[in-house]
């Protein structure tokens, strides 16, 4: 089952910056934080991940609090094309790594 | 970075046949490869999970008869849909982890969709 709660979906205005919450409440100490999207009829891609510090690249920035209980993923310039189903998933490290469990994810809808 | 890339895109067969979808990772060597299902408006769901070179490990409730794993190299794995019916009709996606530290991310394909007439 999935370990994490993320609202079913959200509103945002085009050029405005997407702000999306993820609960992680029962996150353990080697796992890290993924966010994936999945735009209508394509495989996910892949946005960042993180473990404890807040992260960023091209795509998005990441923000873990400080007791890792939940995240947020921020799109700083929201356009049409980020409009995607967005999953925020908890996985473990290690050798191996652990498998990529998704639950229902957050719907964005950018809006002009 | 990294890519996945599966074949083919979409398939339609009919009731009976077996289909074999192709996953490659095309610029680095993936030791691991999983296989995703997803329905209309549902979220994807794991099927197997599969190491180069050992025999994928499936997920509770799906059939390993039916959905053939095989993950012969550190590029390449298959997904054979044997007899498939019109309710294994679906969008099927595979992802690849490669090698190093464990928790880089897994890239996914661009899913094969499968429809059983």
């Known amino acids: 089952d999935a370990k994490t709660t993320q609202p079913p979906s959200m509103d945002c205005a085009e050029g405005r910056a997407a702000n999306l919450p993820c609960n992680h409440s029962?996150?353990?100490?080697?796992?890290?934080v993924y966010w994936y999207r999945q735009i209508h009829s394509q495989g996910p891609q892949y946005i960042i991940h993180?473990?404890?510090n807040n992260e960023t690249n091209e795509m998005a920035s990441l923000i873990i609090t400080e007791d890792r209980k939940s995240s947020t993923l921020i799109l700083p310039h929201a356009t049409l094309r980020d409009t995607a189903v967005y999953y925020c998933?908890?996985?473990?490290?290690?050798?191996?790594?652990?498998?990529?469990?998704f639950g229902q994810g957050t719907e964005l809808s950018v809006k002009p | 970075g990294a890519v996945v890339s599966q074949h083919p895109s979409w398939v339609i067969c009919k009731s009976g046949t077996s289909v074999k979808i192709e996953c490659r990772s095309l610029?680095?060597?993936?030791?691991?490869m999983f296989w995703y299902r997803q329905f209309p408006k549902q979220s994807l769901m794991l099927m197997a999970t599969?190491?180069?070179?050992?025999?994928?490990?499936?997920e509770q409730g799906v059939e390993k008869d039916k959905f053939l794993i095989n993950h012969a190299s550190l590029t390449l794995s298959t997904l054979t849909v044997t007899s498939a019916h019109p309710e294994d009709s679906s969008f099927y996606i595979c992802?690849?982890?490669?090698?190093?530290?464990?928790?880089?991310?897994?890239?996914f394909g661009d899913g094969t969709r499968l429809s059983i007439l």
């Open positions: 992802s690849a982890r490669g090698r190093g530290r464990g928790h880089q991310p897994q890239h």
């Open positions: 029962t996150i353990s100490g080697n796992e890290y």
């Open positions: 993180g473990l404890k």
């Open positions: 998933i908890v996985r473990e490290s290690g050798n191996q790594g652990g498998k990529l469990i």
């Open positions: 610029d680095f060597q993936a030791t691991t």
């Open positions: 599969s190491n180069e070179g050992s025999k994928a490990t499936y």
